[in-house]
Structures are given as C-alpha cells and as structure tokens.
C-alpha cells in the first residue's frame, strides 16, 4: 500500500494515551512552563520518552511515563497536551478519536480528577474547533492504585460524560492486577454507566481476556495473548468483541515477543471484530499511518480491509449513534477514490 494513500485515508483511532503522544515540541513547551531542563538535541529527548529499545516487559516499556508525569499536573498543561495529540491525529486524517488518560496522575500538586478531565476535554474541544477532527475523552483507572481510589475517580468524573468523556479503561500493571483484582472498581464503573473498555492480554494471560468478557466487557485493548487461543477467540468472536489492536506497543512490551505471537491473523481469519491504533505516539515512536502500513507489510492488510477496520471502529465507539453514522458515511466517502 502507498504510504501517500495511507496517509491521506480518513481514520478511526480508539486507543491512544495523552501522556504517551506528546510530540517533542510540546513536551518542550510544558517543561519549560516547570523549569525541567531537557537535553537540547530532539534525538536525545526522544530517548528518553521513548520505550527502552531492551524493554523486558510492559513494566518496563512504562517507564518513560514517570518521565511525562510532572509535566501533566495543571489544568493549562493538561488543556495544552490534549490540543497537542488532537493536532497530530488530525494532521494524518484521523477522523475520530478517542484519547485516554488517566486523572489520578495529575493530582499531584492538587488538582482534582474532575478539574483535569474537565481540562482535558477542553484542549479537545480547542482541537476540535480548529481541525476536522471529532475527539472524546476516556479515563483511565490505574490498576495498581487501590480499588478504592479509582471508584472514587469514576464516581467524580462520570458527571462529564455528557461533555466529552465517553468511557473508561483500566490500565498500568496487567500482570499483577488482573481483572479480578480490579472487579470492584469495574462494577462501580458499570453501576455509574460508564462505557467500560479494557486493556487485557499484554502480558500473555489469556484468562485476563476471558475475565474481561466475563465481565461484560466487549472493548479489549490490545488482547494480544488471544493468538493462540482459538477456542478463547471463538468465545471472543461469539461475544462480538472489539479487539484494539497496537502492533507497535505489542513488539515493545513483549507481549508478542515476534509478529508470529500477534494475534491478527487468528483474529481476522475467526472474523473478529479488529481495530488498528497507535497505544502511544511518542513512547511508540510511530503514528497511525505507520502502523497501517505495517499492517500491509507485515500481514497483506489491504484498504479494503482498512476501511472495513474503520468501520469497526466506528462501531464500537463510545459516540452518540448521530456521529456514527455521520462517520460511516464519511469514511465511505474518504476510500472510494483509492478503492
Ligand atoms: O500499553 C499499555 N498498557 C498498560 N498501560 C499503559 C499502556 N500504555 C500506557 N499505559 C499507562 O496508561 C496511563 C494513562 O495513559 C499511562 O500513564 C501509562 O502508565
Ligand atoms: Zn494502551
């Protein structure tokens, strides 16, 4: 597939972090605001924002998160690195996305977990009046904080669900925190009707993904654990489940430990329902017209295949049934002329 092609294609992102898709230059504007010296070269800044080219794990390919961390605790930073992301989905023609990110992080100096949602959603929404882009917010439990206090976060932020917040995921530590670990928190979310996606599967734990579904989950971020399972995809795929897929982020963290432990050929030959994402644009080093192409490369994805992708996309999304259809009929419009 032609790079030119790909780039310009309308697409759907449902998995992308904030705090791991700052471009370079923002995160030189928002250190700059704290007084954190950073190197002066981009290519050394980008080591050090970037997953360590020996990552082990997931744990391991989450440090550079501790990095972004003090850069994200005020509302103007928040608002800044909201705008930031939304500026890069829409420069490659992402024409919805949903950005998650977790609150609990930024109230490190004070903020609570509604004022950083509500300063979120607004740098979306200034991405929004400026680019032809349509962006919500998700929120992120972490999964290693107590259950307790990520109750808590959904409980003060699901009064913004009407103002750009659409849903929540868990995400953080897989392996030590599986979805029973987290079930309290899961059923408060669900008792609040908070649309529920779910990372699970990164840290080849199957059973995490039959957990999730169990739960009446049907978002999965990543599930990447599922490519030798076929009796669990088949559950997957009788479910009608989304899988959010970060090809990318899956080679980093190890969860495919090569591309023959990634699930997509088992998923799309069971006829799952499959979506491509980025995870994370910076501490990935990739962008969504990256991993489209390497989807082409690396599994023969073609633009029809893309396109049927984007529709699944749109599908599992957590807007309003008006914007999916607005969006169907805009990515109709977008392929035809490659098709
Ligand atoms: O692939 C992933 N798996 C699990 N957690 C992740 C992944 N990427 C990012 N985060 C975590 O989500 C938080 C909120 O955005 C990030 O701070 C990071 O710790
Ligand atoms: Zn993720």
Redesign the pocket.
């Known amino acids: 597939m032609d790079e030119k092609v790909l780039h310009a294609i309308g697409k759907v992102e449902l998995?992308c972090?904030l705090d791991?898709s700052l471009s370079l230059e923002m995160i030189r504007q928002l250190a700059a605001l704290i007084g954190q010296p950073l190197p002066a070269s981009d290519a050394e800044l980008r080591q050090l924002v970037s997953a360590p080219p020996d990552s082990e794990d997931l744990m391991d390919y989450l440090k550079p998160f501790d990095f972004i961390r003090p850069l994200l605790q005020t509302k103007q930073a928040l608002e800044m690195a909201a705008y930031d992301v939304i500026a890069q989905a829409a420069a490659e023609n992402v024409r919805y996305i949903e950005v998650?990110f977790a609150p609990d992080q930024s109230t490190d100096q004070g903020l609570s977990v509604a004022e950083a949602t509500t300063a979120v959603i607004a740098g979306l929404h200034r991405g929004m009046s400026q680019f032809d882009i349509i962006a919500r917010a998700l929120v992120c439990g972490m999964r290693q904080l107590p259950v307790g206090t990520t109750a808590k976060m959904f409980e003060q932020t699901a009064p913004l669900l009407t103002r750009g917040l659409v849903g929540a995921?868990f995400?953080g530590n897989e392996a030590a925190f599986p979805p029973t670990a987290i079930k309290p928190a899961i059923l408060r979310a669900q008792q609040l009707g908070v649309p529920l996606t779910l990372?699970a599967g990164e840290c080849h734990e199957p059973q995490n993904i039959e957990q999730t579904l169990r739960l009446g989950i049907r978002r999965i971020?990543?599930a990447t654990a599922l490519y030798d399972q076929p009796a669990l995809i088949h559950q997957f795929v009788n479910a009608g489940a989304t899988a959010?897929l970060?090809l990318t982020?899956n080679l980093q963290t190890k969860a495919a430990r090569s591309l023959a432990e990634f699930p997509y050929p088992a998923l799309h030959a069971a006829g799952a329902k499959i979506t491509i994402n980025t995870?994370?644009r910076t501490v990935s080093n990739t962008t969504l017209t990256r991993e489209y192409w390497l989807f082409g490369q690396n599994f023969g994805v073609t633009l029809a295949d893309l396109l049927a992708f984007n529709h699944t996309a749109v599908d599992a999304a957590f807007c309003t049934e008006a914007q999916k259809a607005v969006l169907h009929a805009r990515l109709e419009k977008d392929y035809q002329r490659y098709l």
Do not use: M, V
Request: proline letters at 0%; glycine letters at 14%; a negative charge.
């Open positions: 998995h972090h791991g998650r995921d995400a990372h971020g990543h959010e970060c982020s995870d994370n």
